[in-house]
């Protein structure tokens, strides 16, 4: 079975290198100039003994007027020799150190800049809005900041510096022959064009074929965390065997679209050592046939027969770095496509007076999730004065959660505002808005590590004793401590070694800990026994005396006491008052709460 193929992530149209070059630190830059000058004087090193062997060899054939002779004005041909011998040496340890200085200086660049590429990337992530998360996947997000930015490390690595030293031996070299025959260099240059002119059409027709590879990975992405994150689900319905299958489909479609991939790439080097030998050739004959008509000197034969040879072999190289070239474009693209997606909700700069009073006020709010979606909450009003215990209720899929995602901003308003404090939350800081609330989600969720570290996550600073108070007013204290490490106890991935009472026990301490001045409890006793239910309802009792509360509970029990009620059906607010006025209004509050006492059968109830 294959799974849906979620939508595919947006892929930059910008030129990636140069994007990469220009969102690059100026250190960053200092430090690729200077490792390209080390590439460019290691090639220059690297060439040098083939002009040596070309001289030793002019010593042997033309005695005290060779080369090396005139320039030295040394007559003697085993001290010319030497002199050979000892330039030979210098040059060779110069060539290994740049060439150590070189690589060390691409590889320490590959590594800074993955890590900062990969830091930038994580920081953007962080910084977008939930709504990007919906139409993203957690595999494929997880791709590109871990695989694609590899990607880019692997070819970065060794990559610029074998284009540098490529380059710059077609240009010694080019200008060597120059000097010495153009009609020679104009022979061994010959493949060179048809070698270029092949790059680029490979490139072409390897840029799609990688751009599927990278997506194909970001699909395999997707099937793992879907697969190991619902392993209990998987295994409830004995569903392994099709989860197997179906990351094999989406493994098989990363095969297939490498296979197509490397079909072609793997052709590129045989075709280019072909062009290779045909140059290789082409000097052997005709330089050969000059040497023996004694039109070319036979210390320069020499020279040019080694050099057309580290002239053009290694071309052959172009096809695998042009193929890691290939494939950190690709993913460079998906990194870059990431980082372009700008934030949409943007904070304010104010900061509101301290102590936080915790009024909150939603004027006239519409909200779609979409923009060319149905409305979910249309014309809310509602006002929670500082201090006050407000729930709101209604059926579900009614929109109550969607009010406190908004008054996070987790999502903007389409219309209307939301206040805290009289001050419009749009022009608040994150810090001041968020730092105000204590939310505790529908969805219960703690991070790997210990009780303590998620108790504090809100309050990094808060104290043993701090810590202790928040988790008895939750009722957590008596079952944390009675766990053999106590508050070191490690919870598990998503706090799954914990009870799903407990989890929410723990959520609720943790939005303690912060001492909000709201205190935002979605569904906080909906998936808990009646002990805990009841647990919790003592703590909401106990806390929500000295701060703004807002409940929203399907458990109407729980709730009675607030002091105002507001009842929700298909995103309007159609009731509100105390529990008492609303019983005997006889409305829907009054309908819903026969229901859950027993009163009615839940079947004659109609709710949206
Ligand atoms: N992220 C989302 N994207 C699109 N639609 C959404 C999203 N979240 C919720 N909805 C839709 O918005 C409507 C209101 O959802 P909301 O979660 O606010 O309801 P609720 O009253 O809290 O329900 P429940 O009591 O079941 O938690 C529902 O129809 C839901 O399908």
Redesign the pocket.
Same mark, same amino acid.
């Given at each position: 079975m294959s799974g849906p193929v979620p939508p595919a992530l947006p892929l930059s149209a910008a030129p990636p290198l140069r994007a990469l070059w220009h969102r690059a630190e100026p250190r960053h830059r200092r430090h690729a100039a200077f490792a390209a000058l080390m590439s460019f004087v290691n090639k220059v090193f690297d060439i040098a003994p083939e002009l040596l062997i070309g001289a030793a060899v002019d010593v042997v054939v033309n005695a005290e007027s060779s080369f090396v002779g005139r320039l030295f004005g040394v007559e003697d041909r085993v001290d010319q020799l030497s002199i050979l011998v000892a330039i030979t040496a210098v040059a060779w340890i110069l060539e290994s150190v740049t060439e150590y200085l070189a690589v060390l200086n691409w590889r320490n660049l590959a590594q800074e800049l993955q890590h900062d590429v990969r830091m930038d990337a994580y920081r953007h992530v962080q910084d977008l809005e939930?709504?990007h998360f919906?139409d993203q996947t957690s595999g494929g997000l997880m791709t590109i900041l871990n695989e694609d930015v590899n990607q880019l490390e692997r070819f970065l690595d060794m990559g610029p510096h074998r284009i540098i030293t490529m380059a710059a031996n077609v240009v010694l070299i080019g200008v060597t022959f120059f000097v010495i025959s153009p009609l020679l260099m104009a022979l061994s240059f010959l493949p060179i064009p048809v070698i270029v002119a092949g790059s680029i059409v490979y490139q072409r027709r390897l840029e799609p074929r990688y751009a599927a590879v990278r997506r194909a990975a970001g699909l395999i992405g997707d099937a793992l965390t879907n697969g190991l994150g619902g392993v209990a689900t998987i295994k409830a319905f004995t569903a392994e065997e099709r989860e197997v299958e179906r990351v094999g489909t989406d493994s098989h479609r990363y095969l297939a679209t490498n296979q197509a991939a490397i079909r072609w790439s793997a052709a590129f080097s045989p075709l280019i050592r072909a062009a290779v030998l045909a140059g290789f050739v082409m000097t052997l004959l005709v330089g050969g046939r000059a040497a023996l008509r004694g039109d070319l000197a036979v210390g320069l034969f020499s020279v040019l027969v080694y050099m057309t040879q580290r002239l053009l072999w290694p071309l052959t190289d172009l096809g695998e770095t042009l193929d890691l070239y290939q494939r950190a474009m690709a993913s460079l693209r998906r990194i870059f496509g990431l980082l372009e997606a700008e934030p949409t909700i943007l904070p304010g700069a104010a900061e509101l007076p301290t102590p936080v009073r915790g009024d909150v006020r939603f004027e006239d709010v519409h909200f779609a999730?979409?923009p060319d !979606?149905t409305a979910?909450l249309s014309g809310i009003s509602l006002h929670v004065p500082a201090g006050e215990t407000h729930a709101i209720v209604?059926?579900?899929?009614? !929109?109550?959660?969607?009010?406190v995602?908004l008054l996070l901003r987790l999502y903007e308003p389409t219309a209307g505002r939301i206040l805290l404090d009289g001050t419009p939350i749009d022009e608040l800081t994150f810090a001041s808005l968020r730092g105000a609330m204590g939310f505790v989600a529908?969805d219960v969720f703690l991070f790997h590590g210990t009780v303590r570290e998620n108790l504090t996550y809100g309050r990094l600073d808060a104290d043993d004793a701090a810590l202790h108070r928040a988790a008895a007013l939750a009722e957590a204290a008596g079952f944390v401590e009675a766990m053999p490490h106590g508050y070191d106890t490690v919870v598990g991935e998503r706090g799954q070694k914990l009870s799903g009472g407990q989890r929410q026990r723990l959520t609720i301490a943790r939005a303690l800990l912060r001492d909000p001045a709201v205190l935002v409890l979605?569904?906080a006793t909906s998936a808990v026994d009646n002990e805990t239910e009841a647990a919790i309802q003592r703590s909401i009792d106990r806390v929500s005396h000295s701060r703004t509360t807002i409940v929203?509970a399907?458990r109407l029990f729980t709730i009675r006491h607030a002091d105002r009620i507001h009842v929700?059906e298909a995103?309007r607010l159609v009731e509100a008052g105390t529990h008492d006025e609303l019983v005997a209004r006889g409305g829907l509050y009054a309908a819903l709460w026969r229901v859950q006492t027993g009163d009615t059968d839940p079947s004659d109830v109609e709710v949206a």
């Open positions: 939930v709504a919906e999730y979409s !979606g979910v209604g059926a579900t899929g009614s !929109g109550k959660s969607t009010i995602k529908q979605d569904e929203i399907h929700m995103g």
